[in-house]
Structure formats: structure tokens, C-alpha cells
T-cell receptor
């Protein structure tokens, strides 16, 4: 049941450059999308979210873009910093199952000096 | 900043034994959740809980699992008779409300190892 997909298991980016993480979903009932960051042996840490009524949400270095027609969202991190090296999860919830988050498989980001 | 806490950080148990994983959600939150992540796999929803009742549960959450809010602060997940395949990271989460649009905040997790 892969309703949320992150097709890139890993991403390597140079410090100072932009990181772009992608996420696709299949459930048209999803109306809230979140990005979490996770370090090893820690829980997911909330980064940024977007409601389906918007197409962009920005918070500091993090911007999430939502393309509803394509059922696609992306997270932009600019500029990337070494501390951004972590696994990033896309998650979604919808009106058919409020509160139940569906997670993607995650993308391992490595920021190199 | 308020945070979700979980104890223990690591629990080792023998197959067939009962385990209780504990969580203290953020104090003004009303909705509580358990998720798990088996090594190398996705984070999976187990159960949501509100007003002393299960709101929703996944097919993983069978009769071996139960949740309880025994007092005003703790939220527990009990596995009655652990199996090898229950080995995973278990994450507790909480949110202010349950509507789509309410952010869930996660605890650091409990690593459960079943031998």
C-alpha cells in the first residue's frame, strides 16, 4: 500500500547548494502534507507542512511546493548545511483517515563540504 | 519547548513475554498515536487514541496490542506476547487535534528487540 512514494533513496549535495527532495502520492483524499527530518536513533522531527489549499509554504531555508494535479510535492532546502544531513520523510494525511499519517520511504541527504 | 518523551529507549525481551512501552505526550495535546519502523522499512501507523478510546487502528494492531492512558500524562502501548517480528523502533506522537492539518510531534522512540 504505497500511497506515498519517495523514489530517491539518497541525495548528495554540496554545502551551500540547493537540496530538492521529491515525493509523489496516489490518494486524492490527502489534503495535508508534512516533511519530517530524522537522525539515526532519534524520532522524526517536524520540519514544514502544507495544506492542499496552498501550493507553496516557506519557513526559513525550507520551502515546500505542492502540485495537486500531478500529486507531487517537493522540499527545497537552500542553502544546504552540514547539519541537514539526515533522512527526510514525506508524510500525508487525508479526510478519509484523519490523523493517520502515511509515510514515504525516506531520502537520505548527505551534505558535503 | 514541549516535547514527547518515551521510555525506555531500548527494551530487550524474550519472545512470548509482555512489554509495555511508555510515552508522555505534549501536555496540551489531546490526540495520541503509536507508529513503528522495522529496520529498513517505512514508518507505519499503528493506532490513534482520543478521549480514552481508540480512534483508528491499522491491520498490524491486532489483539496482541493494546493502548491505555492510565493517568493524565502517560500513554502506553502493551504487546502481550511478543514475537520476533515485533522487533522495531516504536514511536509515540501527539497532536493538538485530529483534523487533517494538525501536526503530529514524535518522541525519540523505543527500540524493541525480541530475542
Amino acid at each position: 500500500d504505497q500511497q506515498v512514494k519517495q523514489n530517491s533513496p539518497s541525495l548528495s549535495v554540496q554545502e551551500g547548494r540547493i537540496s530538492i527532495l521529491n515525493c509523489d502520492y496516489t490518494n486524492s483524499m490527502f489534503d495535508y502534507f508534512l516533511w519530517y527530518k530524522k537522525y539515526p536513533a532519534e524520532g522524526p522531527t517536524f520540519l514544514i507542512s502544507i495544506s492542499s489549499i496552498k501550493d507553496k509554504n516557506e519557513d526559513g531555508r525550507f520551502t515546500v511546493f505542492l502540485n495537486k494535479s500531478a500529486k507531487h510535492l517537493s522540499l527545497h532546502i537552500v542553502p544546504s548545511q552540514p547539519g541537514d544531513s539526515a533522512v527526510y520523510f514525506c508524510a500525508a494525511s487525508g479526510t478519509d483517515s484523519w490523523g493517520k499519517l502515511q509515510f514515504g520511504a525516506g531520502t537520505q541527504v548527505v551534505v558535503t563540504p | 519547548e514541549p516535547e514527547v518523551t518515551q521510555t525506555p529507549s531500548h527494551q530487550v525481551t524474550q519472545m512470548g513475554q509482555e512489554v509495555i512501552l511508555r510515552c508522555v505526550p505534549i501536555s496540551n495535546h489531546l490526540y495520541f498515536y503509536w507508529y513503528r519502523q522495522i529496520l529498513g522499512q517505512k514508518v507505519e501507523f499503528l493506532v490513534s487514541f482520543y478521549n480514552n478510546e481508540i480512534s483508528e487502528k491499522s491491520e498490524i494492531f491486532d489483539d496482541q496490542f493494546s493502548v491505555e492512558r492510565p493517568d493524565g500524562s502517560n500513554f502506553t502501548l502493551k504487546i502481550r506476547s511478543t514475537k520476533l517480528e515485533d522487533s522495531a523502533m516504536y514511536f509515540c506522537a501527539s497532536s493538538e487535534a485530529r483534523g487533517s492539518g494538525d501536526t503530529q510531534y514524535f518522541g525519540p522512540g523505543t527500540r524493541l528487540t525480541v530475542l
